[in-house]
């Protein structure tokens, strides 16, 4: 059975305000991976890091420069370095830059450039990364500006605020009623003290939110919520993707979702996150049931 090597690796897509995204020309030396290819700017994560810790520090090594930046997705790549097959989970941040070209300044790699998608089929790209940047130019660019904070207490009045705005929509469509719309802000205290919450903001606007709790073996996430005039922007996935760092800087092996079988639409959602079905139980007050998903981080399982 062969045996990998397990390395974590971060990297930033940095788009321009044409919709271009910043490339990285790797160094002509046949003792790295891809010589002469072009790649995102990132490195490795170091074993007292944090991602988010990770990829600030490489930006400011490689091109001195610390844009705010959004974590969107994460995932596994293989390859052989010296011989060693090796898995790389890798996290994949996103951020907008003002600058041009000519005003970055480089430390790392023999040239940079922004490309729009289609220079990206003349490109050599390396680690395979060509369809996750036709994937993210095919999808994001809506979403530049969005940040993700994690809530203060001093803020559960605004975590408070999105998710009853958020959950309106189900008032009187649900059996039995959401427990959303009895909430009070001093609920969402005493449950922010279990864990913590996350506020997704567009500018200065908060758009969404979500609660966590910190269970002993995983991230148990609720409440997610994204205001209506600003859904269909992958804001709830970019959420979710927030919660799996969370749970990897806290040491948990999974996050956890709860999801009542009379929203077949939260339902798909979470599946296409990669969230599998654990178990099926029935509401406690009333004739619906709910459905426990789970979706391991750190090398967990599912549970």
Not at 46 to 52: A, I, L
Not at 198 to 207: E, I, Y
Request: overall charge negative; hydrophobic content about 45%; charged content about 20%.
């Amino acid at each position: 059975m062969t045996e990998f090597v397990r390395a974590r690796s971060v990297g930033a897509i940095l788009v321009n305000s044409r919709g271009q995204i910043l490339l990285q020309q790797r160094e002509d030396k046949p003792e790295l991976l891809y010589p002469g290819c072009w790649s995102t700017f990132g490195g490795a994560v170091e074993p007292d890091e944090t991602p988010d810790e990770a990829v600030r520090r490489e930006l400011l090594e490689e091109i001195e420069l610390s844009p705010t930046l959004t974590l969107w997705q994460t995932f596994e790549h293989e390859y052989v370095y010296l011989g060693r097959p090796t898995i790389v989970e890798q996290f994949m941040y996103y951020g907008a830059i003002a600058l041009e070209a000519d005003r970055i300044a480089l430390h790392e790699g023999q040239a940079l450039g922004f490309f729009s998608r289609s220079d990206l089929y003349a490109l050599p790209v390396a680690f395979g990364f060509r369809p996750v940047f036709e994937a993210f130019l095919a999808t994001r660019p809506d979403q530049l500006g969005l940040r993700l904070t994690r809530a203060a207490l001093a803020d559960a009045a605004l975590v408070h605020h999105t998710m009853r705005e958020a959950f309106a929509e189900h008032q009187g469509a649900l059996n039995p009623t959401s427990g959303a719309s009895r909430e009070t802000v001093e609920d969402v205290i005493a449950a922010m003290q279990q864990g913590g919450a996350v506020l997704a903001w567009l500018g200065d606007t908060p758009v969404g939110s979500a609660r966590y709790r910190l269970d002993s073996d995983a991230l148990h996430v609720s409440r997610v919520a994204v205001l209506p005039p600003f859904r269909r922007r992958s804001i709830g996935a970019a959420i979710m993707a927030y919660m799996e760092t969370i749970a990897r800087e806290q040491r948990r092996t999974a996050v956890r979702v709860a999801v009542r079988m009379q929203l077949p639409g939260n339902l798909a959602f979470y599946e296409r996150l990669g969230y599998q079905t654990v178990a099926v139980a029935d509401h406690p007050r009333g004739p619906d049931r709910i459905v426990t998903m789970v979706k391991p981080v750190n090398g967990g399982g599912a549970q």
